[in-house]
Nanobody, 124 residues
């Protein structure tokens, strides 16, 4: 059964850093583009940072560009979201999602597998 499990969320102060992890089981992440989505309270879910499976193409939302990066370890079958200089507006539930193509899509309907989410709270 394919599964994604996020971890690493928590409470952090403005300007702090967090590293989220996404562990896959039941399928190999190396064949999927991985997007990190987030959903802030009262807002729609949005894609924030993505890594395509093969050519190194990445995507970052304007709001996180220069602060968030995605990396992956295909041996461990894991993907990470490195978040720096966090701001209160980064607060939300963060999800990793797998898209069976070699490009990053901003449409959540394109993603086949989803994790359960991990809460990130940035205090001011």
């Amino acid at each position: 059964q394919p599964q994604l499990v996020e971890s690493g969320g928590g409470l952090v102060q403005t300007g702090g850093s967090l590293k989220l992890s996404c562990a896959a089981s039941g399928f190999s992440l190396r064949y999927y583009a991985i997007m990190w989505f987030r959903q802030a309270p009262g807002k729609e879910r949005e894609g924030v940072s993505c890594d395509s499976k093969s050519d190194g193409t990445t995507y970052a939302a304007v709001s996180v560009k220069g602060r968030f990066t995605v990396s992956r370890d295909n041996v461990k079958n894991m993907v990470y979201l490195h978040m720096n200089n966090l701001k209160p507006e980064d607060t939300g539930i963060y999800y990793c999602a797998a898209h069976p193509r070699n490009y990053c899509s901003v449409y959540d309907s394109d993603y086949e597998y989803w994790g359960q989410g991990t809460q990130v709270t940035v205090s001011s």
